[in-house]
């Protein structure tokens, strides 16, 4: 009997046992509290609702639209395919497949950004990143896109900018009625030149 | 950290790249333990060799209690390692055929190609029927592809179906193979003494 054998028998058998005692526990991984204060304090986390608006409009695919709020608020009015996972289920396994999805933007939504800015923390604790809030909320979107304000005529030129991008926001949004521009009531005058005559030829 | 790949620490270009070191290991193992011989790969069912047997329990008992030892440790998420999903009826009737096709042949899909590499010429014949058998699987997959696909369970591993713990799998494992390698060296001392000639 080879004894080289019975040392590999009875080591197969102790590590085969010892898988008995490995029991993990249930806590989920975090990343460091230095990262997580690192992350929160960089301005970059944070989407406006004109940002968010254009993304929906061009369609882009990498957007992924979190409603953080409870199913019935969802349901009276969401923005377009938004997902609703309410804050209390975010940590279910089956919710937290939605984060970590390598090039997707996941933006979360609520009324304000307090509910969306839990959210956000919870799911940097874990570790998920490209991960952003919605500045303001849905309060904010009625405000700025549903709803924009016309600026005064002392602003800058952007606010004018920001406002015209709105107007039309709004109206892919709702599909209310274009407002004739100012721009279309100026008549245009256009001046024709005269054609010459032929060149004549030379030779 | 791993998987590798899942995990975006490599890229996915890679997974040619290991497939190929893999594939070669895997050759070289499997030449090294002598299976590129299908007298002795088909030693197992007459009694007489039952190298076979030891080289794959060791296989599955080292990287089924390593693979517990690893998620533990946290090298490797086992939740999002990739599981084949289970046709239950197909899978066992291919088993049976895949066994007739081992004892006749002598190979496996595997080893015939380490036989190959070797300048086997039963291994040749082996490789080319494998390849009319997948022609001929083909031509006939629209009369059995009802029960090719029937009997899907899904992703699962026998934990998810019984509910049973992995180490108790693990454990039992690796008794059942203990027991089967000290047994077989016992049958196989019996039946060489039998045996007049035996070289491979």
Redesign the interface.
Known sequence: MNRN?IFL?IL??L??????F?T?SNELKQIEPQELLREIIQPTRYVTTDQVAKMIIQKDPSLELIDVRSAEEFNDFALPNSINIPLDSLLNSTSLLNFGI?GTKVVFVANDDIQSDQAWVLTKRLGYNSTYVMTGGLNCWIETIIQPQEPLENESNTAFETYAFRKGAQLYFTGAKAEPQEASKIKVDVVRKKKTAAAAGGC | MGPLITN?IISNGWDFVIAVVIGIAFGFILEASGFSSSRNIVGVFYGYNFVVLRVFFTAV?VAM?GL??F??FGWIELSKIFILPTYLTPMIFGGVVMGLGFIIGGFCPGTSFTAVAIGKLDAVFFAAGLYLGIAGFTLVYPYIGGFFNSGYIGNVTLTDVTGIS??WF??G???V??AA??GTMFIEKRVRKNIKEYKF
Request: glycine share 6%; aromatic share 22%; hydrophobic share 65%.
């Open positions: 054998y028998t197969m058998l590590m085969a046992i010892g898988t008995f490995l993990r390598p | 975006g008992v209690v517990l030892y998620d533990y992995a180490a693990a454990a494992f690796t008794i193979a203990l390698f000290w």
